[in-house]
């Protein structure tokens, strides 16, 4: 089958816009990559948007960066605000899905500026550090983006 971004419950389809916001407040995605047997492998990631792109940080190696310089062709979920529906058998919840191509960053400024980027979203209180911590560890740190091509919104 070939799918599309179509989306079966368009009634739950939401504007490009929500599905943005749903990425920036997430508290972390979920990189889905495929194995060069063609089997899928998925893993949880800290990202952070700039633009059309997302960033994330890693080591040099693993299942996840092989299957990456494999085939750099990617999803992301992202899931927002989960909330109890009182009264029914279901939620309310936000969700996007990003389809897009995951690219190596190894030029040191762009590297830092990803990172920046990340700790801004995740640890602004500690960012004084911020440039201590590069000096000891941008040498054993893996940086990705991946373009968004495509993204989803959805909601109840």
Do not use: Q
């Not at 960066?65 to 058998?89: H, K, Q, S, W």
């Amino acid at each position: 089958m070939n799918y599309t971004a179509n989306m079966r419950r368009t009634d739950r389809e939401k504007p490009r816009e929500f599905a943005l916001d749903v990425v920036d407040r997430c508290a972390y995605s979920v990189l889905a990559t495929v194995n060069p047997d063609g089997a899928p492998y998925c893993v949880p990631l800290s990202l952070a948007r700039e633009g059309e792109w997302l960033y994330f940080h890693s080591a040099h190696e693993g299942h996840k960066i092989d299957n990456l310089r494999g085939n750099n062709r990617v999803c992301v979920c992202c899931v927002g605000d989960i909330n109890e529906a009182p009264g029914e058998f279901s939620i309310r919840y936000e969700s996007a899905i990003v389809k897009g191509v995951a690219l190596e960053i190894t030029d040191s400024k762009e590297k830092i500026h990803a990172l920046k980027c990340i700790s801004v979203r995740y640890t602004p209180k500690i960012m004084a550090d911020f440039d201590k911590e590069i000096e000891k560890n941008l040498h054993r740190t893996g940086v990705w983006k991946i373009r968004i091509d495509e993204i989803t919104g959805k909601g109840k």
